[in-house]
């Protein structure tokens, strides 16, 4: 089973940035393909981002595009996202996905799924 940690959700200001992290354990991290998905309040959770297993390949949904990257360390087993230029409609709970390609991490169906960490956005 592989089981993902997500960390640095927070309350930051709007133009603000942040830089989440998700650790994973218990499989080998390059089997995997890595994305993060969102929660707003109230609404569905939605694709923000994936990176496939060797890094070389990322998929970022249409509205963060220029604003967020998604970059992997393999020797940290840990995939991050970088969050600039932040607005409020970036309010969600942020979540850790693992599947075994982009296309099934996007599909959402397949994956591994970290615990969440919210992010604020708030002046």
């Known amino acids: 089973q592989l089981q993902l940690v997500e960390s640095g959700g927070a309350l930051v200001q709007p133009g603000g940035s942040l830089r989440l992290s998700c650790v994973a354990s218990?499989?080998?991290?390059?089997?995997?393909?890595m994305g993060w998905f969102r929660q707003p309040p109230g609404k569905e959770r939605e694709f923000v981002a994936a990176?496939?297993?060797?890094?070389?390949?990322?998929n970022i949904t249409e509205s963060v595009k220029g604003r967020f990257t998604i970059s992997r360390d393999t020797a940290k087993n840990t995939v991050h996202l970088q969050m600039n230029n932040l607005k409020p409609e970036d309010t969600a709970v942020y979540y850790c996905a693992a599947g075994i390609s982009i296309p099934v991490v996007i599909d959402g169906r397949g994956n591994y799924w970290g615990q969440g960490t919210q992010v604020t956005v708030s002046s």
């Open positions: 990176i496939s297993r060797t890094g070389g390949v990322t």
């Open positions: 218990g499989r080998t991290f390059i089997d995997y393909a």
